[in-house]
C-alpha cells in the first residue's frame, strides 16, 4: 500500500464514513448503497484531493467533503461500468448487476451520481462543480469512443488509445487533484501542476492496469486475467502486439478478442502473443514516460506539503500489483 | 397538441435548436445524440419551464437555457429507462439499445445528464441547480422503489404508488415549474404555487399514462398496449384490480404480470379484468383529484402571463391520448 501519513490515514477513513452516512429513506436503496460501500477500494482519487488540498486555509471537513464527492463520481462509474462491460465482480466481490441486476446498476449509478452534485451543491464553489461536471462528461466521452474502437481497430493509433486512457482515467484523476488545490486557494501555477499531476499520473494508472490484465493467468492481481481482452478492449499492450506480429497472429488475436469463453490452450497462445518482450517492453516504456511527466509536475510543488506522500503514491502507482 | 401562443411555440423550437447544437466532437457521440433528439417529442416539462419563466424581468436566452437544461435531464431518464424496462420502442422509433447496446445506452444517458450539469453551471443559479440536482436524485431513487414493488406487492397500499408516480414524474414536472419561477425572480408565494402545481400535474400526468396502457389491444396511443404489464409494473388500474378481484383472478394477474411474452388469450383476459368498471373508475376519479389540485394552485397564479396556457396544458392533460 501506499506510504501516508497518520494524518491522511484518518482522513481517508472520515472520507469512507462521510460516504455511508449518506442514507436514503428506503430499505432497497439503503442495501444496495451498503453492498457497495462495504468494500472499500484503494481511494486512490480521494487520497490525491486530501493531498493538493493540504492546506491551514481550509477546514478538514471541507477537504473530506470534496474527497468524498470525488470518490461518489468514481464509484458511480465504476457501476455503470459494470454494466457496460457485463461483469461479473468488483474488488473481489459479486457486482451489484449480478446480486440485483442491470436495472438496479444503472438506477444506483444514477442515484450516486446526483447525490455527489447535491453534496457539490452544499460545498458551494461553482469553479469546482464546473470541473467536476465536465470531468463527468469527459470519462462518458472516453468510454464511449472505446466502446467505438474496437470497430476501427485497423485505422487506430496510440493517440486514439491515449486520448480514451486519458477520458476515462486520467481526467478524474485531474479533476480530484485540480480541484483539491482550488479548494484550497493555491496559487494559478499551482493548481495547474496539480492538474497536470493528477493527468498524467492518470494515464499511467490505465497503462499500469492496461499491463496487469497480461501479467499473469496465475497470479491474482485483483482483477481476472484477461479480462480486458474478453472485454473486447484494445489496450496498449494489445496494440502493440497487433501492431507487430505476423498476418496468423494478428487474425488470432483479433478473432478471439471479446469473446467470453476461451479454453486454456487459446488463453495461453494470447498469453505467449502479447507478453512477448516488443509488447510489454513498449508497454513499460510509455509507462515510464508517463511517471517521468508525473514526476515533473511533482518537482513544481516541492514546497507543497503534500510533497512527500505524493511522490510515494507515484512510486507505488509505477510498480503496483493491484 | 397543446393551445399555445405563437410566441411560445417558438421558445419550444429554441430549445430543440439549442439541444441539437449541443454537439460533441466525436462522430459515435454525435450520431447516438442526434438519433435521441430526432424525434422531437413533446416537451411538456420544457413547455411548463417556459411558461412559468414568462417575465419580462428575464432574457428569453435565459428561459430557452433553463428549458433545455430541464428536457437534457427527462431524456437522459428514458435513454436509461430504456434499458431499465428492456424497452425496444421510444416515441416510435428503435431504442438506443435497439439500435446500438446497453452499453452505449448507459453511457450515453451519462453523457446527457452531466452535459445538463455543464449547462447548468453556466446558468450561474446555485438555489437552481440545487433543486435539480436533487430532483434527478429523486427520479432515480422513485425508478429503484418502482422495481422494488413487484417484490411487496402484499404491502402494497396507495400512498405507495403516489409517492413513486411523484419522484419518478412528479418530481421533475416541480423541479421544471419551480426552477421556471425561481429563474424569473418570481415571489416566494409564486415560487410554491408553481412547485405544488407541477407536482400534481406530473402525478396526474402519470396516473393518465397507467391509464392508457389498458386503453386498447387496437388504437395506438403512443405506446404499445399493456406495456407496464409486460414490464411486470404494478400501476394504479392494475392496483385497483388486485385489491378487488377474486382469488382466481388475482392469481392469473400475478401469475402473467411482467412476462415478455402473452398469447391474444391471455391479454384479453388481463384486459377485461383491468378495464371492468371498478378499476378504471377509481382510476380516472384519483386523475380527476389531482388535476383538481393542480388547478386549485393555478387559481392562486391568476395573474400570471401564463395562466391561459397552463390552464390549457392542464386540460389537455386529463385528457390526452398520447
Known sequence: MYKINHTTTNELSRVQEKITKELASEKIIQDIYEYIFQSKGKKTRALITLLASQSKKIKPLRRIELASIIELLHTATLVHDDVVDQSKLRRGEKSVNQVWNNSY????????????????????????????????????????????????????????????????????????????????????????????LGKNLGIAFQIQDDILDYESLHINTGKPALQDFQEGKITFPLFYTLNNSAKDDQKFLLEHLGKKKLTKTIKNRVFSLVRSDMPMQCSQTLLNSYISKTKKSLEKLSHHSCYNEMLNLIMFSSQRKL
Do not use: C, W
Request: charged share 25%; aromatic share 8%; glycine share 6%.
Open 105 to 196: 446498476s444503472v438506477l444506483m449509478g444514477d442515484f450516486i451520481y446526483s447525490k455527489a452534485f447535491m453534496l457539490m451543491m452544499k460545498l458551494d464553489r461553482p469553479a469546482i462543480l464546473k470541473e467536476l461536471a465536465s470531468a463527468t462528461n469527459d470519462i462518458a466521452r472516453g468510454e464511449i469512443i472505446q466502446l467505438n474502437l474496437f470497430e476501427n481497430y485497423l485505422h487506430l493509433d496510440l493517440d486514439d488509445l491515449l486520448k480514451v486512457s486519458y477520458l476515462k482515467t486520467g481526467r478524474l484523476f485531474e479533476a480530484a487533484a485540480k480541484t483539491g488545490a482550488m479548494l484550497a486557494d493555491s496559487s494559478e501555477a499551482d493548481v495547474k501542476s496539480f492538474g497536470l
